[in-house]
């Protein structure tokens, strides 16, 4: 058993975890069709919350921020009251849960709102939705200054709702190729004004988005992912490193819970990072930092114990097993994840 998952962790005077496994967000596309959490969802996520922090699926702050069909949202009241049916039954076993806060930018489809396509500039991305092949996405309008100052309070917004749904925090979801990601990446963003062209403009949404967002809950109850290494509807350009070498050292003096990697596999590396993407923000970032991507539990422990991060998450196994802590505890074998597991709700 790798003992040192099992150890009780700080992360600040407010929120402290029972272990140190994370349960990853995993969009899961099974809210009703108001983009309401449902009663399944309640009991998907109670059974899994011996994870030290369950992150909650993407989780959109507007409607103009979904690109796939039946994400929950935090922007209703009906949405709201759904999640705290939720967090009321992590709370009862015992658990701890963050929202993710989610807008897709130029991965978002007009079929589900009235409306334009937002993203830092007019740059689409080739190819249509999974599962809904017919869905071709389309070519963005560059947000204006007043779009961006509108979205930049529609995330502190729907972190307020989040704190009214009960939740612990939010992770703010900076990663995989959606808006906050495509401001600080330069094939999403081409801007020329005070959001484009150099490292600090181009981190200048992400910061100030989790500045608003901390103001607005405290900084001890919000997290942030990133991917430095572009891998998910996103190109990398070598000049993306400056621009991450920046934000990071920025968030330094956030003093936020938690920085996590969006990365599907941290065995993946990025020549532009001189390495993996964990290991290129253990080498900025001073605070906790999660780490994830096709870990198993003995070897994201070891990963822990060579101080590569701090907190593991698991994402596809804890789809595969909702027992995975219990399991791991007990050195049992955790079930084989497949995808065939997304089609239904267990
Ligand atoms: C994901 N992932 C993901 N990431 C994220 O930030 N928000 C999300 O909503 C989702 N949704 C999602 C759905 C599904 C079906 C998969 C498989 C993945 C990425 C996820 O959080 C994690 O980074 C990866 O799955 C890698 O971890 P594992 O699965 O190898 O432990
Ligand atoms: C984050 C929201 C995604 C909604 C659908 C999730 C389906 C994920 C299925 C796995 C996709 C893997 C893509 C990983 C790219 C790796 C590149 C080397």
Redesign the pocket.
Known sequence: MPQVLFENVKLNNTISLNNRILM????RCMADDDLVPTDDMVKYYAKRAKAGLIIS??TIIRPDGQGYPNTPGLFTQAQITGWKKVTDAVHAEGGKMFA?LWHVGRVAHPYFFDGEVLAPSAIGIEGSIPRMRDLTYQTPKAATKEDITKLIADYAQAAANAIEAGFDGVEI?G??GYLIDQFLHHAANQRTDEYGQTPENMSRFALQVTDAVADRIGADRVGL?VSPGAYFNMDGDQRDRAVFDFLISALNSRNLAYLHV????DAMEFEYLGGSASAYLRSIYKGTLVG????TAASGAEAIQNQQFDLL?????FIANPDYVEKVKAGQAVKEYDESM?ATLD
């Open positions: 990853a967000p995993l969009t699926e993407a993710q979801h990663a995989n992912r969006g990365i599907f596999d994830v991507g096709s870990y998450a698991i994402g596809r196994p997304l």
